[in-house]
């Protein structure tokens, strides 16, 4: 059946440009998750609508009941793992119920999946990555495929890797997730219930304060994080679905070489979603392609037309301030340092930083050897792509020096160059 959802996908606006979707998040105060979930489901904000998608947990009757004001026939995903408590199943439809939530569509995995590899039923235990793949993440890329993103529970407090969590942010795959709890705590959800007599799951009232898959789920103490009780002893925090696709989550179906994930960054090895523009490449629908300077010089307004997350090359002997002011409607800037003694990238780096207050991505590429990381580090590199075999074994096993002598003093920093004499430095 096809969602009403997606009657009006044909006449929206492309999805929002990064540099929108700054604006978008922008827009709302942080705690008013009931005007961003109404944009996000009533606006044009993608190419396609926008999912609604509930795991009919602890915290869920929250945004379940936005939905239900904004409109009770709004088409809400839930993934029926096979592995759920029979009373989350009954917790579901006790909220169809209590909502009015006319349609509600559960998302099973598929059969030959789960006899494939999860014949004994026991694939959480051994292996709960791939499990949380066969049963959420597949069969919600399947029901996703036909939406310009989804909408989560997600909040800043709940782990580390959330911290930083917008309301709208891009996928990737040029998607956006929608989280119009991202500012909640648990107080404002205690109140926000209690201030429209909502049901509480069973589990939660028994001290489940974060309910998944039953396997995967324990009762948190006094003091505990809500979410400790889930994949308890487990090297594991998310199910997958909310990596993006350069995450860091097992996806068997197409397991990346280690060579491929050669993109270092915030300390770890991924893989890199990015590429380089090819010769003659016509410059529409790009996404995720770095520009060499000189082709944007030359095409600016078509390359600044992109809507998809577009980067710009800069090679050696580019002038950085033909880019100028400009490199800030670009999400990532690659800088290719040809030879270990060719030290142009660095001041291309600083210029970025300092000059024109580049903030975002900035990448250092070529046969980058352990001793230059803690100088790109020092001129505000935040990724490298690593070919070497060394410096990737030295960045994996964090054994790098420390910067001690310098040649340039740094941004405002009061540090002294070597061999400066004492009385050439400015007084304060
Ligand atoms: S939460 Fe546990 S049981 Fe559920 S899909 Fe993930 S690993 Fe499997």
Redesign the pocket.
Known sequence: MVSSNLAHAATVKPRPTDLELVALNGMFDEKDGLSVLRHALNEDISPNSIAMVSSFGADSSVLLHMVAQINPHQEVLF?E????FAETLEYVEMMKKHLGLTNVRFLE?DTKDVERF?AKGD???T??????????TEPLDAALKNYGGWVTGRKRFQTNDRGVLPHFELTTDDRIKVNPLAYWDNDDVKAYREAHDLPAHPLFLKGYLSI??????SMVKDGEDPRSG??RGKD?TE??IHFDVSGKIANPGAELEQSQMNLFKDGAFIADNWRDLQEDEALNDLHHVHIPLSVYVDNKSEVDAQQGAVGILLQAGDDVDALGENAKRFASIVVEFPAFTDGRGYSYARLLRERYDYTGELRARGDILTDQVPYFQRCGFDALTVGNAATRKALEENDLGEVSIFMQPIGASAEVPVGTRPFLRRAK
């Open positions: 993934l793992t096979g592995k759920h995995p999860d694939l959480w235990q292996d709960p990555d791939s499990c949380c793949h066969i049963r959420k998944g898959c039953a396997p995967c789920t889930r994949w594991k199910c997958g």
